[in-house]
């Protein structure tokens, strides 16, 4: 792989990197906002006891388990960019040492 064909796609993957990780900040907020409101209506399933507050909780937490797993995901692709990133680096370093 040429020099510059490397450089480039070092550059798309840092900018792939940082909008996963834009994604991934987002994705927090939202888990917290949604494990935040599961865990009220379990907290109201509990004192009312009634099977609208169950079905409110079960609903709500299937929303916050949506998130986790989709947090979850983005968290690997992450992984998966950094490990690219770093062999391309690598690439860069040893394509340019002369011994």
């Known amino acids: 792989m040429s ?3 490397t450089e480039r796609r070092l550059f798309d993957v840092a900018q792939r990197l940082r909008r996963a990780r834009e994604e991934l900040a987002v994705a927090d ?12 209506a379990r907290i109201r399933s509990l004192v009312s006891e009634t ?17 986790a797993r989709s947090r979850s995901i983005l968290s690997a692709n992450i992984a998966d960019l950094q490990q690219t990133q770093d062999q391309l680096l690598d690439k860069l370093v040893l394509g340019s040492d002369p011994g």
């Open 29 to 40: 907020e939202q888990l917290e906002a949604l494990a935040e409101a599961a865990d009220e």
């Open 51 to 67: 099977p609208l507050a169950h079905r409110e909780h079960a609903e709500a937490q299937r929303h916050a388990d949506a998130m």
């Open 3 to 5: 020099r510059a064909l």
